[in-house]
């Protein structure tokens, strides 16, 4: 057993048809099941789920060309502190899956296909089980809260009891006119109690902004990568 975890399948370092063939499909292999398991009970997007099955199987060639070349090791580990992998700033989980991700490709690349598989397994699952206990109140996610009110209101504070009934945390970033100066429309960042209901909170904000425009959608970014 500790044969197949802990020993590499390339013997000497060196690089031959079979060890790479059986690297590059295992590292695929686990990329895929690292794809599956990030969108259990999760929310990960077709471009993030696409990603995470083929960069195991980049990172594993990356490593394996530059197996024993300490100065090309070296311009690679520059390159990847380089790379973005989103244009917009990703959450918590999607930096977790691309590490994992590139962990697993690490591991094949040097031919550990059997520690790879394992820590995948370990990690993968203790992160669903974390997500299902709602380890840390994962599942209060942040929403963003539009408010149209017209100019006439005095808006600073005039939500802010009804965000402390409601909402766990609530900031304001932003304020903008509309309606050629008429209306402002308020950008709230907020994080919904457990069990609060979104249609009484909009109900009572919509008796103190005159029945004006509210959405309640997810965080721009998030909206725009698709997730």
Avoid: H, W
Avoid at 20 to 48: D, E, P
Avoid at 50 to 60: M, W, Y
Wanted: aromatic letters at 8%; charged letters at 15%.
């Amino acid at each position: 057993m500790s044969t197949l975890l802990f020993e590499s399948i390339m013997e000497a370092g060196t690089i031959t048809g079979a060890s790479f063939f059986a690297a590059t499909l295992c590292s695929l292999a686990i990329g895929v099941y690292i794809a599956f398991m990030a969108n259990i009970k999760g929310s990960t997007s077709k471009s993030m789920t696409i990603t995470l099955a083929l960069l195991p199987a980049i990172v594993q060639l990356v490593i394996m060309l530059v197996n024993g070349n300490i100065g090309a090791g070296i311009a690679v580990a520059g390159a990847f502190s380089l790379v973005r992998f989103r244009s917009q700033p990703g959450s918590g989980q999607d930096i977790t899956n691309i590490f994992l991700a590139m962990a697993v490709g690490l591991s094949t690349g040097m031919g550990y296909i059997g520690l790879a598989l394992v820590f995948a397994v370990i990690i993968t699952i203790a992160n669903l089980v974390l997500r299902i206990v709602d380890f840390g109140g994962m599942g209060a996610e942040v929403r963003t809260v539009k408010i149209t009110v017209p100019e006439s209101l005095d808006f600073e504070g005039i939500f802010d009891d009804i965000f402390a009934r409601y909402t766990s945390n609530a900031t304001l970033n932003e304020v903008k006119t509309t309606g050629m100066g008429s209306l402002y429309k308020l950008s709230y960042d907020v994080t919904m109690r457990r069990g609060a209901s979104t249609k009484a909170m909009i109900d009572e904000m919509r008796l103190r902004n005159g029945n004006l425009e509210i959405s309640f959608s997810r965080p721009v970014a998030a909206v725009a990568e698709g997730i």
